[in-house]
């Protein structure tokens, strides 16, 4: 029987440890867990009405943007809940892409044309790169809706054809909650739509479901068995996010985004209190060791 | 031009032979008195073979790519270090060709190519590495690494100057004087063009000042080394033709004869992606 098992679920002794290599990869939780949307497979709960984790604030940004200077950050993700609902959220990026690279996980439905133009001026006005990422669950509102919300698959589309219409080519972000979408033909099926909706340059990413926050309503949470407690080779630690990349919100740093609610994966405040190995006592740890999951682009 | 010293360094030669010869012409008018290659010797194009005679009879300098790696150790694949299953078919397809191409003779001198380079120019630490210096089929692209990050790798290989291929598209930075300077170039690939609708290939000349000691005390290597990175014309027609004689991909073609990427496309950051024509 599978159930729903809240975080952690294996003692440190028992888990597999994961070394810090350095911080290439800054994820910044700028919306906390506030959102547009409450999309029935979230993993981390967001909606219109979830403040549990709050916004952060311009000194909050400015102090961990100049401390993962120090330490030599790669690049930075925005995320949320739905970071364009933060007040400056087109200064906060301005400001990001001087320091360097910079992406954004959105779902697309607060861009409107104003907004498309506003990103594409800022694309232009950095030598870093800014990367649009909107997440979209269907090719149809049939497919999309029932996850996201009725509605959604319009205000999305209609999104990204503005981003389109100003040059911009966002990636599409795909959880794969439905079994059409873990076909190997979804992809290039995915790719197509893309195109019909105006983007020139198509990229799509897919995603497996991650069986935490609202998706352990909407299906079932993680089993027992679901555990990565064995010593892992190399090669597998390697391809971990976690080796190279923290999560830091208004009040903490944590090991990654999927851990927003887990206590024990805060890491302290500063980024440099976080720089240590880890241990993978989490059930979402699974998802990441046996499908691969990494979360950058 | 007395007080310097100038090296040509190349990558990703991607069985180019047309475009190798021409980027060794170019460096020697040049007055390049070192040329150095940082890898992948084989994929992309025609007949793999006639690559190393030209490297050794003039005299070049070559470190070991992942696709050197790959073949000289007869590996499963490439380890481009693509994630798109269109990208990994045409990596694939072209691995294939080189891996059956590539005589056994040849195999021992991919295997004994040195993982990187070190050099003091100048006065000047100077790493050589072929993806980044901790990771060989790391893509460092100009839109994508942040001062920050370049100086992190600078620092952690002790190094003032840092030198790179494997993205295929060259690019220049001088990291700020006050942050410590250094200098970092990627040099591109001369084995097909850079997504810039020209035809050409890419390579980079470095001038050297030849008193390291005052050059040292007084300027960063970002700021005393100067980098011109040359775009040199090939018969690129003759390219294609050979390509299509040996029933290479078409893509493989367009790109030769376009200048833009038909393929490793999801691989590109967007800024880079958006200056091609896919």
């Given at each position: 029987m599978r159930e729903h098992r809240l975080l952690p679920i294996l003692t440190e002794e028992r888990a597999a440890t994961v070394p810090f290599f350095g911080l290439d990869t800054l994820w910044l939780q700028l919306a906390g867990t506030l959102c547009n949307i409450a999309c029935r497979h979230c993993f981390i709960t967001?909606?219109?009405?979830?403040?549990?984790?709050?916004?952060?604030?311009?000194?909050?940004l400015e102090e961990l943007l100049l401390e993962a200077r120090e330490l030599g950050v790669k690049e930075f993700y925005f995320t949320g809940g739905e970071p364009m609902l933060h007040p400056e959220?087109?200064?906060v990026v301005e400001r990001t892409l001087k320091e360097g690279p910079t992406h954004v996980l959105t779902n697309g439905m607060l861009i409107d044309e104003s907004a498309a133009q506003r990103l594409r001026d800022l694309f232009d006005g950095s030598r870093y790169s800014l990367d649009v990422r909107v997440s979209l669950d269907g090719m149809t509102a049939e497919e999309n809706d029932p996850v996201r919300g009725r509605g959604t698959f319009a205000a999305i589309t209609q999104g990204i054809r503005h981003l389109a219409a100003v040059g911009l080519s966002p990636v599409l972000t795909v959880v794969e909650h439905a079994d059409a979408l873990r076909l190997s033909e979804a992809r290039s099926e995915f790719l197509r739509f893309a195109r019909s909706l105006g983007l020139a340059q198509p990229r799509v990413k897919f995603l497996p479901l991650l069986r935490i926050g609202r998706e352990t309503r909407r299906t079932h949470g993680y089993g027992t068995g679901d555990v990565v407690h064995e010593p892992l080779p190399p090669e597998v630690i390697r391809t971990l996010q976690c080796n190279s990349s923290r999560l830091a919100t208004q009040a903490h740093v944590l090991v990654c985004p999927l851990l927003l609610d887990a206590p024990d994966a805060q890491l302290?405040?500063?980024?440099?209190?976080?720089l240590r190995p880890i241990s993978l006592r989490w059930s979402a740890c699974h998802?990441?060791?046996?499908e691969g999951l990494s979360c950058r682009t | 031009m007395s007080h310097l010293s100038r090296v040509a360094v190349f990558g990703g030669v991607y069985n180019n032979t047309g475009a190798l010869s021409a980027v060794?012409?170019?460096a020697q008018a040049q007055g390049a008195t070192e040329v150095y290659c940082l890898g992948d010797l084989g994929g992309f194009g025609p007949l793999p073979d006639r690559v190393f005679p030209i490297l050794l009879d003039r005299g070049v300098t070559v470190m070991q790519g992942n696709y050197d790696h790959s073949i000289g150790h007869q590996l499963a694949d490439c380890a481009c270090g693509y994630s798109d299953p269109r990208d990994n078919h045409y990596a694939r397809l072209s691995y294939a060709y080189t891996q059956a191409k590539t005589s056994q003779r040849w195999l021992p001198y991919l295997?004994?190519?040195?993982?990187?380079?070190?050099?003091?120019?100048?006065?000047?630490?100077?790493?050589?590495?072929?993806?980044?210096?901790?990771?060989?089929?790391?893509?460092?692209?100009?839109?994508?690494?942040?001062?920050?990050?370049l100086r992190r790798l600078l620092r952690a290989h002790d190094a003032d100057v840092l030198l790179v291929t494997h993205t295929g598209i060259p690019w220049v930075r001088r990291l700020p004087a006050e942050q410590g300077g250094g200098l970092v170039v990627n040099v591109g690939a001369i084995g097909r063009p850079a997504n810039d609708g020209r035809t050409g290939i890419w390579y980079a000349l470095l001038d050297i000042p030849s008193k390291p000691a005052q050059a040292a005390a007084l300027l960063s290597a970002g700021s005393a080394i100067a980098v011109t990175l040359r775009c040199v014309d090939y018969d690129h027609e003759r390219l294609c033709a050979e390509m299509r004689a040996e029933s290479l991909p078409e893509e493989f073609v367009e790109t030769v004869a376009t200048g833009y990427w038909t393929t490793c496309l999801e691989i590109l950051p967007a800024k880079e992606r958006l200056r091609g024509k896919f």
């Amino acid at each position: 029987m599978r159930e729903h098992r809240l975080l952690p679920i294996l003692t440190e002794e028992r888990a597999a440890t994961v070394p810090f290599f350095g911080l290439d990869t800054l994820w910044l939780q700028l919306a906390g867990t506030l959102c547009n949307i409450a999309c029935r497979h979230c993993f981390i709960t967001c909606g219109p009405k979830e403040d549990r984790v709050p916004m952060m604030t311009r000194a909050r940004l400015e102090e961990l943007l100049l401390e993962a200077r120090e330490l030599g950050v790669k690049e930075f993700y925005f995320t949320g809940g739905e970071p364009m609902l933060h007040p400056e959220f087109f200064a906060v990026v301005e400001r990001t892409l001087k320091e360097g690279p910079t992406h954004v996980l959105t779902n697309g439905m607060l861009i409107d044309e104003s907004a498309a133009q506003r990103l594409r001026d800022l694309f232009d006005g950095s030598r870093y790169s800014l990367d649009v990422r909107v997440s979209l669950d269907g090719m149809t509102a049939e497919e999309n809706d029932p996850v996201r919300g009725r509605g959604t698959f319009a205000a999305i589309t209609q999104g990204i054809r503005h981003l389109a219409a100003v040059g911009l080519s966002p990636v599409l972000t795909v959880v794969e909650h439905a079994d059409a979408l873990r076909l190997s033909e979804a992809r290039s099926e995915f790719l197509r739509f893309a195109r019909s909706l105006g983007l020139a340059q198509p990229r799509v990413k897919f995603l497996p479901l991650l069986r935490i926050g609202r998706e352990t309503r909407r299906t079932h949470g993680y089993g027992t068995g679901d555990v990565v407690h064995e010593p892992l080779p190399p090669e597998v630690i390697r391809t971990l996010q976690c080796n190279s990349s923290r999560l830091a919100t208004q009040a903490h740093v944590l090991v990654c985004p999927l851990l927003l609610d887990a206590p024990d994966a805060q890491l302290g405040r500063t980024l440099t209190e976080s720089l240590r190995p880890i241990s993978l006592r989490w059930s979402a740890c699974h998802t990441c060791v046996e499908e691969g999951l990494s979360c950058r682009t | 031009m007395s007080h310097l010293s100038r090296v040509a360094v190349f990558g990703g030669v991607y069985n180019n032979t047309g475009a190798l010869s021409a980027v060794l012409d170019d460096a020697q008018a040049q007055g390049a008195t070192e040329v150095y290659c940082l890898g992948d010797l084989g994929g992309f194009g025609p007949l793999p073979d006639r690559v190393f005679p030209i490297l050794l009879d003039r005299g070049v300098t070559v470190m070991q790519g992942n696709y050197d790696h790959s073949i000289g150790h007869q590996l499963a694949d490439c380890a481009c270090g693509y994630s798109d299953p269109r990208d990994n078919h045409y990596a694939r397809l072209s691995y294939a060709y080189t891996q059956a191409k590539t005589s056994q003779r040849w195999l021992p001198y991919l295997r004994a190519l040195p993982p990187f380079l070190r050099r003091e120019w100048g006065g000047y630490r100077v790493h050589m590495a072929h993806g980044s210096p901790r990771q060989v089929n790391e893509f460092l692209w100009e839109s994508t690494s942040s001062d920050a990050f370049l100086r992190r790798l600078l620092r952690a290989h002790d190094a003032d100057v840092l030198l790179v291929t494997h993205t295929g598209i060259p690019w220049v930075r001088r990291l700020p004087a006050e942050q410590g300077g250094g200098l970092v170039v990627n040099v591109g690939a001369i084995g097909r063009p850079a997504n810039d609708g020209r035809t050409g290939i890419w390579y980079a000349l470095l001038d050297i000042p030849s008193k390291p000691a005052q050059a040292a005390a007084l300027l960063s290597a970002g700021s005393a080394i100067a980098v011109t990175l040359r775009c040199v014309d090939y018969d690129h027609e003759r390219l294609c033709a050979e390509m299509r004689a040996e029933s290479l991909p078409e893509e493989f073609v367009e790109t030769v004869a376009t200048g833009y990427w038909t393929t490793c496309l999801e691989i590109l950051p967007a800024k880079e992606r958006l200056r091609g024509k896919f």
